[in-house]
């Protein structure tokens, strides 16, 4: 699915995860949509950004969805998204996104690949 993402979000972050461009891109758009420009962001603010790191249309994502997913990554507990909330919100978005990708083997594949049977 990191194909299908915005490149010029996702990219930096796949690419390069610890890297100055990322960190640039991650405070870049973490300013736009802090649009009270206090430095946190609001469960409803992050609407966009969930759409744009999981690829969903804009009906597929609820309000409750913004709100469980800041209640995720709250870690001070004030309700509100700082930066470093936010970089590793979209560090999970971006990783659960590459693993959507992953093609996990059935239950006959893996008792077949660790069989102990000699032939």
């Given amino acids: 699915m990191l194909s299908v993402l915005a490149a010029s979000f996702v990219a930096p972050l ?3 995860p610890h890297s100055n461009s990322c960190l640039c891109l991650l405070r ?3 300013k736009e ?3 009270e420009r206090n430095g946190v962001m609001d469960p409803e603010h992050l609407f966009p950004v969930i759409i744009e790191l999981t690829n969903s249309e804009s009906w597929a994502v609820t309000d ?3 709100r469980q997913f800041a209640h995720i990554f709250d870690e001070d507990g004030d309700g509100r998204i700082d930066l470093s909330e936010f970089e590793k919100l979209v560090r999970f978005c971006v990783i659960m996104s590459a693993l959507d990708d992953v093609e996990i083997p059935d239950d006959e594949e893996i ?8 032939e």
């Fill in 111 to 118: 008792k077949g690949g660790w069989s102990e049977e000699k």
């Fill in 33 to 35: 949509l802090d649009v």
């Fill in 28 to 30: 870049r758009r973490f």
């Fill in 64 to 66: 409750a969805h913004c």
């Fill in 14 to 16: 796949h690419n390069a």
